[in-house]
């Protein structure tokens, strides 16, 4: 029960964007009347629908009550959340689909990758020993599956169309807390070469190098999320919160302190790659805001997750046998002790993404 009890902390909640998604609504108008013709995502578990999934990992949640509300029916499709992720409702907000497909799925067709896919592993991270330690995909392996994708993609429309989606198709990276609440702070190793300064300059590095990688292989416009205000998790409220289950200064100085190293570089990309779009989506201060005023959105829980008591259950913790489950997702900010429930991700794009669309063309 020790190993089982402590393994969620390296499972991933980057918490990232969102943008307010309903089935029936339109996708937005873009600016000069831009088509995007795909949505193309790396990450963590926050922006991955089940490429889990179809690896050897614990990491996952293709059963109940994993996607209780999916699409309007209960289908645990791999996703850390009652039902959408992020990854599906940017698909929707750029007209692109309703929903964004695993790229490991082995029953996607040709359209369904023209139109793009997600190659993020719940659990990966900048650093590659996060990746090794929860045996998922990490940005390296995302990116050789990219490479792959792309090769593909020539195979079906040629040379010149190939290379045409992939310059106007929308990139999104979202990664980076399961560095520091699980490498970083659950790890001897990496607590012994660095400190957080240090270590968040290395996660800033490799952020850097990964983006000039996808530059490489041809993408132009591309959004970062930030990190969020990891000691807010409900499950870092109970491992380090105190009996009044704070939020961990510790984790959110950190979280905070790699936002502004990330945005200095990604400045510095703008000046090296002018004609890219590098789109920055700050997830701290307004995932921040919402967890200080939750009733002003409508939440009224804002330090538990809906599965089980809230305070720990995750990915093969949150299960069909999870007491106390709650029975209206929608009262809830958190669906797991990690992850955000869909209503959240809606709640956030109004105040993440909505503005930056702009900026993506």
């Known amino acids: 029960m020790e190993f089982l009890f402590q393994w969620p902390l390296v499972i991933n909640r980057c918490f990232a964007i969102a943008i307010i998604f309903q089935l029936s609504v339109c996708a937005v108008t873009l600016p000069n009347n831009e088509t995007v013709p795909a949505l193309i995502v790396f990450g963590d578990s926050i922006v991955d629908p089940g490429n889990n999934n179809y690896i050897s990992t614990i990491v996952k949640c293709n059963f109940p009550p994993y996607g209780r509300d999916f699409a309007g029916g209960n289908r645990p499709t791999g996703r850390f959340s009652n039902g959408l992720v992020p990854s599906d409702i940017i698909a929707a907000k750029f007209g692109v689909k309703k929903i964004l497909p695993a790229y490991l799925d082995p029953n996607l067709q040709v359209q369904d990758l023209l ?127 105190g009996i009044q289950r704070a939020c961990s200064d510790s984790e959110n100085q950190a979280a905070f302190l790699f936002n502004t190293k990330l945005v200095s570089q990604m400045d510095a990309l703008k000046k090296m ?56 997702s929608s009262n809830y900010i958190f669906w797991d002790s990690y992850h955000p429930t869909e209503e959240a991700y809606n709640v956030l794009c109004s105040m993440v993404v909505d503005n930056k669309i702009k900026d993506f063309f």
């Open 273 to 328: 790659f002018p004609e890219t779009r590098l789109v920055y989506l700050d997830i701290y201060n307004p995932l921040l805001y919402i967890i200080q005023n939750p009733a002003k959105y409508g939440f009224e829980v804002p330090d538990k997750g809906c599965c089980g008591t809230g305070n720990i259950e995750v990915s093969i913790l949150c299960n069909r046998y999870s007491l106390n489950t709650c029975s209206n």
């Open 115 to 241: 139109t793009g896919v997600s190659f993020a592993s719940g659990g990966a991270g900048y650093d590659p020993l996060t990746s090794q330690i929860a045996s998922v995909i990490s940005l390296s392996d995302q990116l050789d599956m990219f490479r792959e994708y792309k090769k593909k993609i020539r195979e079906a429309v040629g040379e010149e169309r190939m290379t045409i989606i992939m310059s106007k198709s929308v990139y999104i990276v979202c990664i980076g807390s399961d560095d520091i609440a699980n490498t970083y702070t659950q790890i001897p190793i990496r607590r012994a070469e660095y400190d957080i300064p240090s270590y968040t300059d290395f996660m800033a590095s490799q952020a850097s190098k990964f983006l000039q990688e996808l530059y490489g292989l041809g993408a132009r416009r591309i959004g970062v999320i930030g990190l969020p205000p990891i000691g807010c998790v409900p499950s870092q409220r109970t491992i380090a919160g």
